[in-house]
């Protein structure tokens, strides 16, 4: 049998020869012979079927060590490997199609239409908000669509908690769209980290906005997947089977040392620094909180900012959610109820209810 130089073999393969000492290094494809003074490598002919089966592997983007597997073996068993590997690049395509639909949305504004194959289930809710009986300005934003939903909660007086609750909902805002399920957490991470730079850049622009911040508590739907993102003392509740689950975790010091076993659940109401934040967006560093959690048809979720959940207890906000079937009236009747407490603070709800795709988005 007349064996070919690599030159030859690199010709009639149509690989390169520096492919072809990679292949060789790789034990994808080894010359038969070498020679032991000149190191030129020979090929045997029969070796050409396997050269281009590696170089169609190659052309298909498959990684060079499943291509060493694939090589190995029975041609019927290579087929079987390759249908499964190319079955994979089309569901990894078509996720990073659906990414790059929702990128291209999000970067320009626009909602961008794509098929939702997870589909299950839509949002009907009902937006309240309220300035109290006792403040001169109402610092809490809140935002309700059909894909996403927000409440933040201002601080910083003069005005500055009103502006940073407002960027923070703006920056958020582009994200009502048809995300891909999969990209949930990383899109609301990466709003909120966006917002929080915004809020950075306005103090710089104007310094007396200096200590300015806002809490903030957000879902964001895509199919019958939640993304959940938090930080601060507004909180969300989870109303299912009958029963109320607080969902988030207070960011504040009577939280912290309540957790620490340093004071009782009853002297949290009393404490006086009830109201200090360990954790805000105000332009420094921060980590928010993150759920992926899974959306149910009769399912209920409250958003509130902390004008609620400090004046009106527990029991009194499941009995309203649990026994007033319609988003906005039960959306009314919680604010009346921190109206009635006294109203010491700005008073902001979202009400939503997860019902079956066919029924209205919204009410």
Not at 75 to 102: C, D, H, K, M, N
Not at 132 to 159: C, F, I, K, S, T
Not at 343 to 358: L, R, T
């Amino acid at each position: 049998m007349e064996l070919m130089t690599s030159g030859a073999f690199a010709r009639a393969s149509r690989l390169s020869r520096k492919a072809l000492r990679l292949y060789d290094e790789l034990g994808l494809l080894c010359p038969v012979r070498v020679d032991p003074v000149s190191q030129y490598r020979f090929y045997a002919p029969a070796q050409l079927e396997q050269a281009r089966l590696v170089a169609w592997l190659r052309r298909l983007g498959m990684p060079l060590a499943s291509i060493r597997a694939v090589s190995t073996l029975p041609p019927a068993q290579a087929a079987s490997e390759l249908a499964a590997y190319w079955a994979q690049i089309e569901a990894e395509t078509a996720s990073r199609r659906q990414l790059a639909a929702f990128l291209v949305g999000y970067l320009s504004g626009k909602d961008t239409v794509m098929a939702d194959a997870q589909g299950k289930v839509a949002v009907r809710y009902a937006v309240q908000s309220d300035i109290g009986l006792r403040r001169q300005d109402n610092e809490d934003a809140v935002y309700g669509g059909p894909r996403l939903l927000a409440v933040a909660d201002g601080m910083g007086g003069h005005a500055a908690g009103e502006v940073a609750s407002a960027a923070v909902i703006e920056a958020l805002r582009p994200l009502d769209t048809q995300v891909p399920a999969g990209e949930l957490l990383n899109a609301l991470d990466h709003a909120v980290r966006r917002a929080n730079s915004a809020l950075s850049d306005l103090v710089k622009a104007d310094p007396s906005m200096q200590g300015m911040g806002t809490t903030l508590t957000a879902l964001l739907w895509s199919g019958s997947q939640l993304g959940l993102v938090h930080i601060g003392d507004s909180r969300a509740y989870l109303v299912r089977d009958g029963e109320m689950f607080q969902i988030t975790q207070d960011h504040t010091l009577v939280q912290s040392l309540l957790d620490d076993g340093k004071i009782t659940a009853e002297e949290v109401a009393s404490h006086p620094q009830r109201f200090m934040l360990l954790r805000a967006l105000n332009g420094g560093n921060f980590e928010p909180d993150l759920q992926l959690r899974e959306a149910r048809p009769g399912d209920r979720y409250l958003l509130c900012s902390d004008g609620l959940h400090q004046v009106v207890a527990a029991d009194a906000l499941a009995r309203v959610l649990l026994t007033v079937t319609d988003p906005d009236e039960a959306a009314a009747d919680l604010i009346a109820l921190a109206i009635d407490g006294g109203g010491p603070d700005n008073v902001s709800c979202i009400v939503a209810d997860v019902v079956a795709q066919e029924e209205p988005a919204q009410v």
